[in-house]
Nanobody, 124 residues
Framework: QVQLVESGGGLVQAGGSLRLSCAAS????????MGWFRQAPGKEREFVAA????????YYADFARGRFSISRDIAKNTLYLQMNSLKPEDTAIYYC?????????????????WGQGTQVTVSS
């Protein structure tokens, strides 16, 4: 089993920044594929970013590329999502997810472990 706990969400003005954290426990963190997804009110959950377990390759949704950065601290068993130049349309609940394997995935159904989510609200 893997336990994931997100933190770092909040209210920010458009153009501002936030850094989300996801603390993982229960499995060897370095062997997990980690990702971020988000879900806005009335919309389906969508992929934000992910990182491979073995080589650190990073994947981004088009809306995230250039503004968001995913990273992981192996020593702290923590995944991060640095979000810059935030827009009102980035408002959503952001979820950390994990799966076994080697390669990151953009498909939420392929992740077996999920955190409880953290709310990000961007005001205009």
């Amino acid at each position: 089993q893997v336990q994931l706990v997100e933190s770092g969400g909040g209210l920010v003005q458009a153009g501002g920044s936030l850094r989300l954290s996801c603390a993982a426990s229960g499995r060897t963190f370095s062997n997990l594929i980690m990702g971020w997804f988000r879900q806005a009110p009335g919309k389906e959950r969508e992929f934000v970013a992910a990182t491979n377990s073995f080589d650190g390759t990073r994947y981004y949704a088009d809306f995230a590329r250039g503004r968001f950065s995913i990273s992981r601290d192996i020593a702290k068993n923590t995944l991060y999502l640095q979000m810059n130049s935030l827009k009102p349309e980035d408002t959503a609940i952001y979820y950390c997810a994990a799966r076994s394997g080697l390669y990151g995935s953009r498909v939420s159904d392929e992740y077996g472990y999920w955190g409880q989510g953290t709310q990000v609200t961007v005001s205009s």
